[in-house]
Structure formats: structure tokens, C-alpha cells
Nanobody, 125 residues
Framework: QVQLVDSGGGLVQAGGSLRLSCAAS????????MGWFRQAPGKEREFVAR????????DYADAVKGRFTISRDNAKNTGYLQMGSLKPEDTALYYC??????????????????WGQGTQVTVSS
């Protein structure tokens, strides 16, 4: 079992930056791939970024590529999402997720077994 706690959300002006954190406890976090998803009001939850258990491979949704950076510190059992050049359309509830490789595509929710409670990011224009 892995417990995830998201934090770091807030209100920021367009063009600003935020760093989200995902603190993990329980079984070995370093064995799990990690992802970030977001859900805007009235929309389905969507993939944002992922990082493999080793941290060697990262992938991003086209909408955030070049602006967001996913990273992890396995020694601290923590993952991060550094968000820059924020836009109003980035406004959403952001969730971190963790999962062992199960054959499901990393951009789908099915690839992840554990989820944080979400942290709200609001970008004003």
C-alpha cells in the first residue's frame, strides 16, 4: 500500500510558477512509476506528466511540454511537478498517482494504483 499526499497548489497570475509536491509513505516508493493528472471543472481527468521509477524517463502532455517539469527524489519519497509560464487553462485540480508497471499505457488512469487527494491550482488572467 502507498499513501500519497499532494500539496503546493494555490492561486497564481498567468505567467507565474508553482511547484507541486507528492509525498509518499508506505511501501517502497522507488519501485513505482509516478504520474500527474489534472481535472478542470466539467472536464475529464487528463494526463499531465509521468516519470519512471528510476527517474530516467519522463513524458509530458503536449499542452504542458516545455513549461512543466516532473521529477522525483526517491531518498525523500517525494515527487514534484514544477510548473512555469502558467496559463488560465492550466487551472484544475491536480493529482499525483503511483503505480507498478501493469501493461497499461502511462497516459491512462489504469496505469496507476494509488492516488493523492488532489491540490487545486488556479491561474488568473
Amino acid at each position: 500500500q502507498v499513501q500519497l499526499v499532494d500539496s503546493g497548489g494555490g492561486l497564481v497570475q498567468a505567467g507565474g510558477s508553482l511547484r507541486l509536491s507528492c509525498a509518499a509513505s508506505g511501501r517502497a516508493f522507488r519501485a513505482y512509476g509516478m504520474g500527474w493528472f489534472r481535472q478542470a471543472p466539467g472536464k475529464e481527468r487528463e494526463f499531465v506528466a509521468r516519470i519512471t521509477s528510476s527517474g530516467l524517463i519522463t513524458d509530458y502532455a503536449d499542452a504542458v511540454k516545455g513549461r512543466f517539469t516532473i521529477s522525483r527524489d526517491n531518498a525523500k519519497n517525494t515527487g514534484y511537478l514544477q510548473m512555469g509560464s502558467l496559463k488560465p487553462e492550466d487551472t484544475a485540480l491536480y493529482y499525483c498517482a503511483a503505480g507498478l508497471s501493469n501493461g497499461n499505457p502511462y497516459w491512462t488512469e489504469r496505469a496507476y494504483d494509488y492516488w493523492g487527494q488532489g491540490t487545486q491550482v488556479t491561474v488568473s488572467s
